[in-house]
Every structure is written in C-alpha cells, then in structure tokens.
C-alpha cells in the first residue's frame, strides 16, 4: 500500500535526448523510472499520464522494456560517435543520410527498417543502382550501430537480407585514352591543367591526390614523389587507402616537365601547392571543379567527347594493361 501511495505521487517527465515520456516515481526510498512510450506513441503529456493511470504496484516492479529508438535519433548519436572523419566519405554519408534516410524513416523506429518495406522502398527510388546500394549500406551502418550501442539487442542484422540488383554494376563505363586522343587533348589545355593531366596520367593519381602535392614531395635527387595526402573542397586530409600512400618513381622527362613549371609558377616554395591558384594568392591549389571544366571543354575541342578528372585514372591502367604490367606495381612503385 506505501508503494502504490507514492507511485501516486509520482511524475511523468519527457527525455528529451531519447524522445520518450517516463513515469519517475520512489520505491522505498529509491527513485525508479518506468518507460511510458515515445513522442511518436504519446503526443502530449496529459496522453502520457492517461497511459500510465492503470498502473499498479506489480506493474510497476516489472522489468522495464526499453523501445528500439527512433531513427533520427540513432542518426544524431551515431554522427556524433561513429561517423567517420574522412571529409569525402563523411560527406557522402551525410548527404544519404539527409536527402534519402531521414525524409522517410526518420520519425520511425529503427526496428521498422525491416528487409521487405526497405527493399520496396530503395526500388521506388530514383537513383542508379549502385547509389541504391549506397543507401542500402548507410542503412545497415545504423542497425550496427544500434546494436554497438546496446539501444536494440545484438542479433542478425535485418538489413543484410536487402538486395539491390545490380548495385554493383556501372552505368556508364569508364572512359580511357588512347595515346592519339591523349595528345590531342592536352594540346587543348592550358597550364597548369596541362601539368595537371600529365601528372594524373602518368602516375594514376586521383585528382585530390593530384592537387595536394606540394613541392616538398618531389625527391629531385633521387626522383621520387611522394603521395601523402588529399584534398576535397578546400579540406585537406589523409588518402583514399593505404596504398595510396606511397612513393613512385619520377621518368627523367617528367622531372623535367616538373622543373620547368616549378621555374614558371609565382608559388615555388617548398610548402606551396604544385598547383596553387592565384586568385586564392597560393593559399589553396586549383579547385577540382575549375579542373573537371577545363577538361570537360579539352575534350569537346579536341573532338574526342567527354573526358572527365577520373579517365586519366583509367587510362594510366589501361596502358599499364597494354604492356603487360602487374597489377601489384602501380600501388609500389609504378615509374611514368
């Protein structure tokens, strides 16, 4: 009877951190609190007290059954603990996560993505099938981490059991050079972005590795660069992967190509970019869309279609491909 005297004295309060109304009430001396239900399940607070009215005492010594949270909720946390620090790849989660994700499931619980409504759903979209897959992926990275985080038990992830058809099949192919077209196309550029593709070609470099570079990583003595970072939008970090991280073998006449821009640029320090834009006074190099338009409009002019920043990528493998080379030698130590 003294336990039911205070429980009637008791109080609804709403986590807010959780999104859930609670029932706090004492048991011999101890404060306890009971789960009530969500915000979804319980809009006001006076819905929440009428929930909690037929409580009684043996109701209220049972073991509380915490819910699955919501998914914005999990978002906000697993941003907060576990997204990771890379810009590029934080940012391609982020933009799932807030163009795709939250508009649909965000005010649902995480139990709900369950693999039949969430395949009909990423069917529904319009996306090609490999950014399905993406979303599919950022999907299962939330029920891990509900699961890391204790808020639903640990068990098969549901999400595994979503298949997305051809999600890991191209679109469009990857467009690559033939030695013809590729001097047909840097006869259309002008510096620096004519440096810029003969680096990316002759080393296979992305373009965010291409335009980290700065002079201290050229070894003139021993002709070596070194690839130790990147950059996306104006961030500078670390590489794609591990073996991005490397040194290469620098060919004579590259070096000299090298030598001479380094002898025409106003930024020849060695802690300026190899490519330091003027108009941000050598604070940051060249921007990756003022590359991607440049080569754009080099191969328009050239006639032979579109060349993107990444088909210098494809074409240094496809003529490693062309002379037999090993895969394994361009991530240790490809010469141009």
């Not at 810029?196 to 201290?216: P, Q, T």
């Not at 991280?245 to 380094?262: F, Q």
């Amino acid at each position: 009877m003294k336990r039911v005297q205070r429980y009637k004295t008791g109080c609804v309060r709403f986590d807010r951190r959780r999104g859930t109304w609670n029932y706090l009430y004492y048991d011999n001396g101890v404060r306890r609190s009971r789960l009530i239900g969500t915000k979804r399940d319980y809009p006001t607070k006076a819905s929440a007290w009428k929930a909690a009215e037929h409580w009684n005492e043996s109701d209220l010594l049972k073991e509380p059954v915490h819910p699955a949270p919501v998914v914005k909720n999990s978002v906000e946390k697993y941003q907060a603990e576990k997204m990771p620090t890379r810009y590029s790849t934080q940012r391609g989660c982020s933009m799932w996560l807030k163009n795709h994700i939250l508009p649909t499931w965000g005010d649902k619980l995480i139990t709900e993505l369950q693999p039949r409504p969430v395949e009909l759903w990423l069917s529904s979209l319009e996306l090609s099938p490999k950014s399905r897959g993406h979303v599919r992926g950022m999907m299962r990275v939330l029920w891990d981490y509900a699961m890391w985080s204790g808020a639903v038990p640990v068990q098969v992830n549901p999400i595994s059991l979503v298949t997305v058809k051809d999600s890991s099949k191209r679109t469009r192919q990857p467009r690559s050079l033939t030695v013809d077209e590729f001097r047909s196309f840097i006869a259309h550029l002008n510096e620096p972005f004519r440096t810029i593709a003969l680096v990316c070609v002759c080393f296979g470099l992305r373009i965010s590795e291409c335009l980290a570079l700065k002079w201290l990583d050229i070894d003139w003595l021993d002709a070596k660069l070194s690839i130790q970072r990147g950059i996306v939008r104006n961030r500078v970090g670390e590489v794609k992967t591990v073996y991005s991280n490397r040194k290469m073998s620098v060919d004579a006449e590259m070096l000299g190509i090298l030598k001479s821009w380094k002898q025409t640029t106003q930024f020849s320090a060695p802690e300026d970019w190899l490519f330091a834009s003027p108009s941000k006074a050598g604070c940051l190099p060249w921007s990756f869309d003022q590359v991607w338009r440049s080569f754009r409009k080099a191969g328009r002019d050239a006639g032979i279609g579109w060349v993107g920043t990444h088909s210098m990528r494809h074409t240094y493998r496809s003529w490693l491909d062309a002379v037999g080379t090993p895969i394994a030698v361009p991530k240790a130590d490809a010469p141009c």
